[in-house]
């Protein structure tokens, strides 16, 4: 009888460990939802320099997670926002700053396409960097899935045509490429810190701000957003850059990272539905094969979850 019991416990402790990853992929799956809207509210808030809008965007962002993170947040594991560990401070500030300095610094040197292509090798460079964490186990269809969404990606940004890539703008290439890694290697070593409670993305957020408004003034010619463009910058700050971090960090800390990197490729799909809805953008046969390949990916890379859900 107690032989049993301890196993009815381990299967119990397993099956709740196994609904937990699953919640807080869902959790990471909502920053792929808010992602999407970026494309739309940046096109609303007029003609905002980059650097300018992300400072307003990532200020926005961190001060509706301040209150909570000034109050201590929740500490796990013995560690809390007043004893945050240096790399984490490293990691948060290097991987959303990064990111976005890397992306700004391709578009700068090289044509969009392209430098969004290379740039959106990091759902991709996701699934395999989490093969190097202890427990995860990289399968051909975590693989397969993610390269269904890159190719389903590159038909909805090519729109069904031809890339050329040429030498003048090797630059703004390797810029695009340090982007997607810089990205990929923060949502993947992020793992690294369960014990960092989210409520501390408010104080990178609120660093990522400063920095980008340094850059701003250094590069950039102020303008400011008028009448219903605040509204557009606001949405910003409390979805795509901003709010979405939080949930992102909370689903690549405790989620399933190869599942989340496939997912993340409905960003792309989603925004161009959302702008075609909007009347910003055409459909066209692209934006459909493209639906098939990356819906059909991120069911691939579901296996896992799928197979645990019919176990229980």
């Given at each position: ?8 416990a381990?299967?119990a402790t ?12 869902g ?7 808010l992602w ?9 808030s ?5 650097f ?9 962002g961190?001060?509706i997670g ?7 947040g929740?500490p796990t594991?013995?560690a809390?926002?007043r004893?945050?560990p240096a790399?984490?401070?490293v990691?948060?500030i ?14 700068r040197?090289?044509?969009?396409v ?11 460079l996701i ?7 202890p427990?995860?186990?990289l399968?051909?269809w ?5 390269l269904?969404?890159?190719g389903g990606?590159f ?15 090797a ?11 810089v990205?990929?290697?923060?949502s993947?070593?992020?793992?690294r ?11 990178f ?19 400011w957003?008028?009448?219903w463009?605040?509204l557009a910058?606001l ?5 795509p ?10 689903g690549t800390?405790?989620?399933?990272l ?8 409905f ?11 909007a ?5 066209s046969?692209?934006?459909a ?13 579901s ?6 859900a019919?176990?229980?």
């Amino acid at each position: 009888m107690q032989a049993t019991s301890q196993i009815e416990a381990v299967h119990a402790t397993a099956s709740g460990g196994a609904a937990g990853r699953l919640r807080a992929s869902g959790v990471g799956a909502l920053a792929v939802l808010l992602w999407a809207a970026l494309a739309l509210f940046t096109t609303l808030s007029g003609h905002v320099p980059p650097f300018q809008l992300i400072a307003l965007a990532f200020a926005i962002g961190g001060l509706i997670g301040l209150p909570r993170a000034l109050r201590g947040g929740r500490p796990t594991g013995g560690a809390s926002w007043r004893r945050l560990p240096a790399g984490a401070w490293v990691l948060g500030i290097g991987g959303l700053f990064g990111y976005h300095f890397c992306y700004f610094l391709a578009l700068r040197h090289a044509p969009a396409v392209q430098a969004g292509l290379i740039a959106y090798l990091w759902p991709l460079l996701i699934v395999l960097f989490s093969a190097l964490l202890p427990g995860e186990r990289l399968r051909w269809w975590h693989a397969a899935g993610a390269l269904l969404g890159l190719g389903g990606t590159f038909l909805l940004v090519t729109g069904g045509q031809g890339v050329r890539f040429q030498g003048q703008f090797a630059l703004g290439y390797a810029a695009a490429g340090v982007c997607a890694v810089v990205w990929s290697a923060y949502s993947v070593a992020n793992r690294r810190y369960p014990e960092v409670p989210t409520d501390a993305v408010a104080f990178f957020c609120l660093a990522t701000a400063g920095l980008a408004a340094l850059c701003h003034l250094c590069f950039e010619h102020t303008v400011w957003p008028h009448g219903w463009q605040w509204l557009a910058v606001l949405a910003l700050g409390l979805g795509p850059v901003g709010g979405a971090f939080y949930a992102w960090d909370h689903g690549t800390k405790h989620g399933d990272l190869r599942l989340l990197g496939t997912l993340s490729y409905f960003a792309p799909l989603l925004s161009t539905a959302l702008l075609v809805l909007a009347g910003r953008a055409a459909a066209s046969w692209a934006t459909a094969a493209a639906c098939a390949l990356i819906t059909g990916g991120a069911l691939l890379a579901s296996t896992d979850a799928l197979r645990a859900a019919r176990r229980r």
